[in-house]
C-alpha cells in the first residue's frame, strides 16, 4: 500500500490557482467544479511521474494549463449572471429605451440636468453649513460683536476698548481675541503692493484651533514692542508672493522696509473672513482675504480710543459654558461698561454668533433658494419621466398581461418596471455626476470671490454617495407608480381594454393628470420666482448712484512715512500726479477723494458738526456727518451734479478762508426750506475745531452700492486739508481700462515705492455689485426656463397619450357627426385644464413661499401683480401651444380607420 | 449554439474517445481556458453528459475521480452536421488515438 505523498510545489501551486479562482463560479457549482479541476491536476501529475516526465517545461505546462481554470471560472460566472432576473430586465430596459430613443434621450438629460444641480447646490451646502469647519472643535468657537442695544441684529466691528474691557472681565471663554485689518507694503514683488493683514492678539489662532502647516504660531513674548516683527503666511500668500518656498520658514522678508521674520505658513484651509462687516451677498463686496498675519502690539490709545470699531473677535468658549451663557455673561459685562462709560458705551452691548453662522452667513438665504429652485427641477424631471413610463407600461399592457396569461409572476413584471427606471436613472446619474463636476467648478469660481471658504468646494465621496443616494430615490419614484399600477390587477382588464375598450383607463390617466397639475404647480412656483428677482434686478440696475459711471477710472493710494511729512510734500505729490494724468493722453479730467464710492476700501470718516449760529448740543450728541476730501475735479468727473452755489476752486488755498461743500441730502436734513450758501459749520479735524463756510451743494451719492442709502457728507477742498488716503478720479475719453496701466505708471514716476492699492473702473465696480444678484437671478432664471420647457413637455406628451388611447372615442365621435372644432375644443380643453388647476395652485404656492424669496427682493413687493399675472399668462400661453399640437392631430382621425382598428 | 472552429475540435475529440477535460486539451491543442468553457456550454445545451469516474479506479491511483465527458445523440447530429463545414477539422484531430501527446500506458 502506498503512502499518500505530500503534493510537490507545481501541485501546490495549481491547487492555489483553483483555489482563487473557485470564488468566481458560483457557489451551487462550486464544490463540484474544485473536484473536477483537482482530480485533472492530480492525474495529470500522477501520470508525469510515472512516465518520468517531471521535467521544469513540463513542469510549466501543468500550470499553465491550470491557468485555465481563471478563465473557466469566470465564464462560468458570467453565464450565471446574465441568467440574473435582474441583469435580464436591465438589458430588456436598455432595449425599450433605444426603442425610443428621443423620448429617452429627452428623460436621461432632463434627470441629469436636475441631478447635476442638485448635487452643484448641495456640494455648496456641504461646504457651508454641514461640513466641519477645519478648526478644532468648531462648535465652540464663536464670533463676537458690538452692536446697539435698540437694534441687535446690526453687527458692528468691536472697538479696541471694549474688547479689552470685556477680556479682563469675561469668565466664558478659554481664550478670547481680536484681529485688526492692517495692511503692509511689500516691494520685493514686480511690483509695489499692499498686503492684506491682520494684527492678532494674543491667542487667537488657539481661540479658533489653528495649528500652522509649517512653523509656528506667535510665542507670548512676541505681542510686546521690539520683538513683534514675526508674520504668519497665509497659504495662499505663500504660493503667490514666495512660491511655495519650503525654506521659508525663519527666513528674513521686508514688509513696510522693515525686515520680518516669517515664523510659519498657515494651512490652505484657513480662510477667516473675520474682518467683513457688511453682513450682505446682495452688495457684492468681494470678501477680503488676509496674506499675512502679525502680533498686536496693544499700546494705551486701544485701551483707551473707543468711538473706533474696526476690531473683528473670537472666542473659544470655557468648557462647560453654553453658547446662552457666554451672551448672557457679556450682556451683562456690556451693561456695567454702559454705566462706567456712559458716553461712549451707554447703548452699547456684545452679541456672540457662531463661527459657521459667520461664514455661512450671507450665502444662507439665496443657497436654500437655489436648493429649492434645484429641487424643484429634479420633482418635476421625476413627474415628467414618471409619465413616460406610464404612457409605456400603457402600450406594453397587452405584453404584461399576455406574460401573467403564461404564468409569469407579478412582482416579476413590476420588477422589471422599476429595473427600467433604475437603468434610466443610472445613465442619467454617470450624466449628472459629470454636469455636477463641471458647474461646481464654475460655481466655487464664482462664488468664492464672496465667501472664501468656498473655494474648498469638490465632489467628494459622499457626495456621490448623495448623488447615488438620490438617483435611487428618482428611480423609486418613476418607477414604483407604474408598477403599482400593473400590479394593481391591471393585468385582468388589460387584455379585456385593449380587446374591447374604448375609452382609456381612467386611473392611469387620473395620475398622469395629477403629474401635470404638479408639474405646472412647480414651474410657475419657480417662474414666480425667477420674474420676482428679474424685477428686482432691473430695479436696482436702474438706480441712480448720483454720479455718472461710464469712462472712469479709479486709483487709490495711502500717502505716508517719511517723505509725506508735511502737508506741504503731500500737497506737491498729489498736484504731480494729477498735472501729470492731465497731460496722458485720453484723460478729460483728473480729480480726487478720499470716500470714493463703490471702492472696496471705503473711507467713511464720521464727526459730529455744529452749525453757527445754533445752540449745540453736547460733544456726544452731536449730528453726524461724513467728512470727504476732495478736489474740484472729482465732482466733474464723476459729474454729480452741483445744485447751488459753486465747486472748488484754485482760489480755495491753503491760505484762503476754509470752506466746503454739503450733498443735498445734509442740506435737507440740516436747513430744511433754506439755503445752505453761506452757512457756516464747525467739525473737529485733527484734534482743532475747525469752522468752514459753505460754498455748494451737491447731488448725494450711493457710496456702498445701489441698494444702500445716501449718507449726509460734507466735501472739504483738498488744498486746506490735505490728506493721505485719496483716490484718483480720471475721467477718460475712450475704454478707462486701457488707460489704467499708463496711469500706474506714472503714479510709479513719481514715487516708484507708491502701492497702488486698487485701480479699477467705476463701471466694473458698479458691475461687480450688481453681480451675486445677476448670478442667483441667472440660476434661478434657467432653471425656471428648463421647468417651463419640462411642464410643456409634459402637457404635450400627456395629451398625446390620451389622445392617441382614445382614437376610438374620437373616431366614433367624429362619426356621429361632431365637428373638428369641437373635438379640438375637446381636447385642448382638457389640457387647459389641467393647466388651470396647476396655476392656480402655482400662484397660490408662490404666495404661501414669498417669505423664502422676500429677503432676495429689492422694490418689488414678493406677492407683486404683475410677475403673479405675468407668469400665469405665460404659462398658460405655453400650455395652448403643447395642446394645440395634439389637438389638430386628434381631429385628423379618419373615423372609419379608427372604428376599424378597434 | 455557435459553431465556431474550436468548438468543432472540441466535438470532434469527444468523438474520437477522449472523454477528459485534459485528455480534450491535449487531442485539440486549445488552451484550457478555452476547452473547458466549451464544455460548460455543450452541457447546457445538452450535446454533452458528464459523470464521475469510478472510483475504484481513482482509488488505485490515489488520487479524486475524473469527470468523464460523452457525446450525446445531439451532440453527434451537431458533429456531423458541421463537419461538412470544418473540413479541416478531421486533418487536425489525429485519427490514430494518443497521436498528438502519447501518453504511454494511459488508457
Redesign the interface.
Given at each position: 500500500m502506498?503512502r499518500?505523498l505530500p503534493d510537490p510545489l507545481v501541485v501546490r501551486l495549481c491547487l492555489a490557482i483553483l483555489g482563487l479562482a473557485r470564488h468566481l463560479v458560483p457557489r451551487a457549482a462550486r464544490d463540484q467544479w474544485t473536484?473536477?479541476w483537482?482530480?485533472?491536476i492530480?492525474?495529470?501529475w500522477?501520470?508525469m511521474r510515472?512516465?518520468d516526465e517531471t521535467r521544469w517545461d513540463r513542469q510549466a505546462d501543468l500550470v499553465?494549463?491550470?491557468?485555465?481554470?481563471?478563465?473557466?471560472a469566470a465564464?462560468?460566472r458570467q453565464?450565471f449572471t446574465a441568467d440574473l432576473d435582474v441583469v435580464q430586465d436591465a438589458r430588456y430596459g436598455v432595449r425599450m429605451l433605444r426603442k425610443r430613443p428621443v423620448v429617452s434621450a429627452l428623460a436621461v438629460v432632463v434627470l441629469a440636468l436636475g441631478l447635476g444641480g442638485t448635487i452643484t447646490v448641495f456640494s455648496t451646502i456641504d461646504a457651508l453649513l454641514l461640513r466641519e469647519l477645519p478648526y478644532a472643535d468648531s462648535d465652540r468657537v464663536v464670533t463676537v460683536w458690538q452692536t446697539e442695544v435698540t437694534r441687535t441684529d446690526e453687527r458692528l466691528g468691536v472697538g479696541s476698548a471694549a474688547f479689552l474691557d470685556w477680556r479682563a472681565r469675561t469668565r466664558s471663554f478659554a481664550s478670547f481675541a481680536a484681529a485688526e485689518g492692517f495692511g503692509f507694503d511689500y516691494f520685493d514683488g514686480p511690483e509695489p503692493v499692499q498686503l492684506d493683514a491682520a494684527l492678532v492678539t494674543e491667542g487667537f489662532f488657539e481661540a479658533l484651533g489653528v495649528r500652522p502647516m509649517r512653523g509656528r504660531l506667535f510665542r507670548a513674548e512676541e505681542y510686546v514692542d521690539g520683538r513683534s516683527d514675526v508674520v504668519l503666511l497665509s497659504h495662499a500668500a505663500w504660493q503667490r508672493r514666495f512660491g511655495g518656498d519650503e525654506s521659508i520658514v525663519g527666513r528674513t522678508i521686508r514688509l513696510d522696509e522693515r525686515p520680518f521674520v516669517v515664523a510659519g505658513v498657515l494651512p490652505s484651509s484657513f480662510r477667516l473672513d473675520l474682518l467683513r462687516r457688511e453682513a450682505d451677498t446682495v452688495g457684492g463686496q468681494a470678501a477680503q482675504v488676509e496674506e499675512l498675519w502679525a502680533p498686536k502690539v496693544l499700546r494705551d490709545f486701544d485701551q483707551q480710543y473707543r468711538p473706533g470699531r474696526f476690531w473683528g473677535a473670537v472666542g473659544r468658549l470655557a468648557p462647560g459654558v453654553t453658547f446662552e451663557r457666554a451672551q448672557a455673561d457679556l450682556a451683562t459685562i456690556s451693561r456695567h461698561l454702559a454705566s462706567e462709560q456712559p458716553q461712549t458705551m451707554a447703548s452699547m452691548t456684545a452679541i456672540i454668533e457662531p463661527l459657521r453662522e459667520q461664514i455661512a452667513g450671507p450665502l444662507r438665504a439665496p443657497l436654500t433658494l437655489l436648493f429649492a429652485a434645484v429641487l424643484m427641477v429634479l420633482l418635476i424631471a421625476c413627474g415628467n419621466i414618471a409619465s413616460l413610463l406610464i404612457a409605456r407600461s400603457v402600450e406594453r399592457q397587452r405584453e404584461f398581461a399576455v406574460r401573467v396569461a403564461i404564468g409569469a409572476r407579478r412582482w416579476r413584471l413590476v420588477r422589471q418596471v422599476i429595473v427600467e427606471a433604475a437603468v434610466l436613472a443610472l445613465i442619467a446619474c454617470g450624466l449628472g455626476l459629470a454636469i455636477a463636476y463641471v458647474a461646481v467648478r464654475g460655481f466655487v469660481g464664482y462664488t468664492s470671490q464672496f465667501v472664501p471658504q468656498l473655494a474648498d468646494v469638490t465632489l467628494d465621496v459622499r457626495l456621490m454617495l448623495f448623488a447615488v443616494g438620490l438617483t435611487v430615490s428618482a428611480a423609486l419614484c418613476i418607477g414604483l407608480w407604474p408598477a403599482i399600477k400593473l400590479s394593481r390587477g391591471g393585468v385582468q382588464d388589460g387584455l379585456k381594454e385593449t380587446a374591447t375598450g374604448l375609452t382609456a383607463s381612467v386611473h392611469r390617466r387620473r395620475l398622469a393628470s395629477a403629474l401635470i397639475v404638479g408639474e405646472v404647480t412647480l414651474a410657475v412656483v419657480l417662474l414666480t420666482g425667477a420674474g420676482l428677482l428679474l424685477r428686482s434686478f432691473v430695479t436696482v440696475a436702474r438706480i441712480d448712484p448720483g454720479f455718472v459711471k461710464s469712462n472712469v477710472a479709479l486709483l487709490q493710494v495711502f500717502v505716508y512715512g517719511e517723505r509725506y511729512r508735511t502737508a506741504e510734500q503731500t500737497r506737491a505729490f498729489f498736484r504731480q500726479i494729477v498735472d501729470s494724468f492731465h497731460s496722458q493722453r485720453g484723460v478729460v479730467r483728473a480729480g480726487a477723494v478720499s470716500a470714493m464710492p463703490f471702492m472696496r476700501a471705503d473711507i467713511d470718516v464720521r464727526r459730529g458738526f455744529r452749525v453757527a449760529g445754533r445752540p449745540a448740543p453736547p460733544d456726544d450728541q452731536l449730528p453726524i456727518t461724513s467728512i470727504a476730501v476732495a478736489t474740484g475735479e472729482y465732482f466733474e468727473a464723476l459729474r454729480i451734479p452741483l445744485r447751488h452755489g459753486r465747486l472748488f476752486s484754485d482760489s480755495d488755498s491753503a491760505h484762503a478762508p476754509p470752506v466746503a461743500i454739503i450733498n443735498d441730502l445734509m442740506a435737507e436734513r440740516v436747513w430744511p426750506g433754506e439755503n445752505p450758501i453761506g452757512q457756516r459749520i464747525t467739525v473737529t479735524w485733527e484734534r482743532q475745531k475747525r469752522p468752514m463756510e459753505i460754498v455748494g451743494v451737491v447731488g448725494r451719492l450711493r457710496h456702498n452700492g445701489l441698494e444702500s442709502e445716501a449718507r449726509p457728507e460734507v466735501f472739504v477742498p483738498f488744498a486746506q486739508v490735505p490728506f493721505g488716503s485719496m483716490t484718483f478720479v480720471v475721467q477718460t475719453s475712450s475704454e478707462p481700462a486701457a488707460l489704467i496701466s499708463s496711469l500706474k505708471a506714472r503714479i510709479w514716476e513719481a514715487d516708484p515705492t507708491m502701492v497702488v492699492h486698487d485701480a479699477a473702473t467705476l463701471d466694473s465696480l458698479v458691475a461687480q455689485s450688481l453681480a451675486p444678484r445677476r448670478f442667483v437671478m441667472q440660476i434661478v432664471g434657467s432653471l425656471s426656463g428648463l421647468a417651463f420647457l419640462l411642464a410643456a413637455i409634459g402637457i404635450y406628451g400627456m395629451l398625446s397619450f390620451s389622445t392617441g388611447q382614445r382614437t376610438g372615442e374620437i373616431g366614433l365621435r367624429l362619426a356621429m357627426g361632431a365637428g373638428a372644432d369641437r373635438i379640438m375644443r375637446m381636447v385642448i380643453g382638457e389640457g387647459m385644464m389641467l393647466a388651470g388647476i396647476g396655476v392656480t395652485i402655482g400662484l397660490v404656492a408662490a404666495l404661501a413661499m414669498r417669505r423664502g424669496i422676500a429677503a432676495l427682493l429689492y422694490g418689488v413687493s414678493p406677492a407683486d401683480p404683475l410677475t403673479l399675472a405675468g407668469t400665469a399668462a405665460l404659462l398658460l400661453a405655453v400650455a395652448l401651444i403643447a395642446c394645440y399640437m395634439p389637438a389638430r392631430r386628434a381631429t385628423k382621425i379618419d373615423p372609419l380607420t379608427a372604428l376599424r382598428v378597434q | 449554439m455557435k459553431i465556431t472552429y474550436s468548438t468543432v475540435l472540441v466535438l470532434e475529440a469527444l468523438a474520437r474517445g477522449y472523454h477528459?477535460?485534459?485528455d480534450v486539451?491535449d487531442a485539440t491543442n486549445l488552451?484550457?481556458?478555452?476547452?473547458?468553457?466549451i464544455l460548460?456550454r455543450f452541457e447546457?445545451e445538452g450535446l454533452v453528459t458528464s459523470e464521475w469516474?469510478s472510483q475504484d479506479v481513482?482509488q488505485k491511483?490515489?488520487?479524486?475521480?475524473?469527470?468523464y465527458y460523452a457525446l450525446t445523440a445531439e451532440g453527434e447530429r451537431l458533429l456531423a452536421d458541421s463537419k461538412a463545414r470544418y473540413r479541416a477539422a478531421s486533418e487536425i484531430v489525429p485519427r490514430r488515438k494518443r497521436a498528438l501527446k502519447p501518453?504511454?500506458?494511459?488508457r
Open positions: 502506498n499518500p473536484r473536477e483537482d482530480a485533472e492530480r492525474h495529470r500522477h501520470a510515472r512516465r499553465k494549463r491550470s491557468s485555465g481554470a481563471v478563465a473557466d465564464f462560468l453565464q | 477528459y477535460g485534459f486539451i488552451p484550457s481556458g478555452t476547452v473547458y468553457p460548460r447546457n469516474e481513482a491511483d490515489q488520487r479524486p475521480p475524473r469527470r501518453l504511454r500506458g494511459e
